[in-house]
Structures are given as C-alpha cells and as structure tokens.
C-alpha cells in the first residue's frame, strides 16, 4: 500500500525559509514523478516542483513563480523527497501535498489529474 506522508509545514514570515519533506512508502521507485502540488483557498492546484526518480542525473522541474526560490530533491534511500523554499512570500500560503505517478502514464507532471497516490497535505503560512 503506497503512502506518502508530508511535514515540516508551519508559519514564518515574508523572506523566511521552510523545509517540507515527503516520507514515501510502499512505492516501486522506478521511473516516477516526485511532485510537490500546492493549493491555495478558492484557487486551483497547482504543481510546483517534481523530482524525476530512477534518472542518472535526477531532473527537476519547477514551476517558474518559484525558480530561484526552492529546490525539490531526494534523499538516498529514495524514501524522502524535500522541498526546500527559500524567500517565501504571501502568495506561497498554500496547502501543500506530495503526489506520485509513473512518468510512463502519460502527460505533463503539472497534471494534477494524472496522480492517483496523494499524502494528506502540510500547511504553509506566510505573513507579510
């Protein structure tokens, strides 16, 4: 049974630095994205940085209203992806959710839609 369980969510302050981590179990790490998606209240998911596992050189993509400003990556053991977010703004207040899926299934790794195993979300407050 795939899970994925999020932390490190919390509250600081515009320009301030949180570390949020995605402890994942019960996955076939072959060639997947590692996606950290972010919601906002009233607006839509959006995804913000997938790590694409089983490369030799670990791709990542980011979405651009945060490149330069976090940084997704994964630990050895391929047990835990991080998003590390630096300068944190307002518009970064948001729930934040781990996702994974096979690159294989088709389409981009912003699709939403195309992620069937989601954690169950850390929040991340940013106060101006």
């Known amino acids: 049974q795939v899970q994925l369980v999020e932390s490190g969510g919390g509250s600081v302050q515009t320009g301030g630095s949180l570390t949020l981590s995605c402890s994942v179990s019960?996955?076939?790490?072959?060639?997947?994205?590692m996606t950290w998606f972010r919601q906002a209240p009233g607006k839509e998911r959006e995804g913000v940085a997938t790590?694409?596992?089983?490369?030799?050189?670990?791709?990542?993509y980011y979405a651009d209203s945060v490149k330069g400003r976090f940084t997704i990556s994964l630990d050895n053991a391929k047990t835990t992806v991080f998003l590390q977010m630096n300068n944190l703004e307002p518009d970064d207040n948001a729930m934040y959710y781990c996702?994974?899926?096979?690159?294989?299934?088709?389409?981009?790794?912003?699709?939403?839609?195309?992620?069937?195993?989601w954690g169950q979300g850390t929040q991340v407050t940013v106060s101006s």
């Open positions: 790590y694409v596992t089983g490369t030799s050189t670990g791709l990542t």
């Open positions: 996702a994974a899926r096979w690159v294989g299934s088709g389409g981009t790794w912003l699709n939403s839609t195309k992620y069937n195993d």
């Open positions: 019960g996955y076939t790490i072959t060639t997947n994205y």
